[in-house]
């Protein structure tokens, strides 16, 4: 069973700051992409990333593959409240596989 | 453009009374359809996911079910509510598995 394993689960910062979240897994992944959930909605995918040690940027956050595709990271710079919602990373498959979801990291971002 | 509608949105039903939540897509063809459990502020749980017409994948033991008759319709359904089904809940499409799109969600309530 191919499982994502998040961290942290709960990040409460202030305006400003920086932050990393991780995801990390012993599975490969062909890919993997991240999303962001805010009350009460369905998960917005950010980015998708398929190469081993990609690095994509969106305005202040900054997404990585791993070398050996098992693992990712979301790093937010100056994290503002807007950024604020339930970041879960999600791994594909080759062929018909389900995808796999993290288990969530939930962050707050205060003024 | 592909879009995904869910519905309703709300929904509160008394414990035994049955369930039917449905889900289309537009713009697209044969897209794998899923259908997601969330727990408050957490992640994502994987209850069926369809190749096909007709073609449904349990995930886990549970009080529902699931239909695909057409190409871009599932439904999500149950004979009897249990409390225990309260939650939100989500319909995804994705194509080659490479990111999911999701609708809006469905938060049930079984009292």
């Known amino acids: 069973t191919q499982l994502l394993e998040q961290s942290p689960q709960f990040l409460s910062i202030q305006e400003g700051e920086n932050l990393t979240v991780y995801c990390n897994s012993s599975?490969?992944?062909?890919?993997l992409q991240w999303y962001r959930q805010e009350p009460g909605e369905g998960p917005v995918l950010l980015v998708t990333?398929?190469?081993?040690?990609e690095v994509k940027k969106l305005k202040r956050l900054t997404f990585q593959f791993g070398d050996a595709r098992k693992d990712s990271s979301l790093h937010i710079t100056a994290a503002q409240p807007g950024d604020t919602g339930l970041y879960l990373c999600?791994?594909?498959?080759?062929?018909?596989?389900?995808?796999?979801f993290g288990t969530g990291t939930r962050l707050l971002v205060s003024p | 453009s592909q879009t995904i509608h869910q519905w309703p949105a709300t929904l509160v039903q008394p414990v035994g009374s049955p369930l039917s939540l449905e889900c289309t897509v537009e713009?697209?063809?044969?897209?794998?359809l899923y259908w997601y459990r969330q727990a408050a502020g957490r992640g994502l749980q994987l209850l069926f996911y369809?190749?096909?017409?007709?073609?449904i994948s349990s995930e886990v033991p549970q009080n529902l079910s699931a239909s695909r008759p057409q190409d871009r319709q599932f439904i999500l359904s149950s004979k009897k509510l249990l409390l225990s089904d309260s939650g939100f809940y989500l319909c995804?499409?994705?194509?080659?598995?490479?990111?999911?799109?999701f609708g809006q969600g469905t938060r049930l309530t079984v009292v």
């Open positions: 599975s490969v992944f062909s890919s």
């Open positions: 990333v398929v190469t081993g040690g």
């Open positions: 369809s190749v096909g017409i007709g073609q």
């Open positions: 995804a499409w994705s194509d080659l598995n490479t990111e999911a799109f």
């Open positions: 713009g697209t063809s044969n897209p794998n």
């Open positions: 999600a791994g594909g498959g080759t062929g018909f596989q389900k995808l796999v």
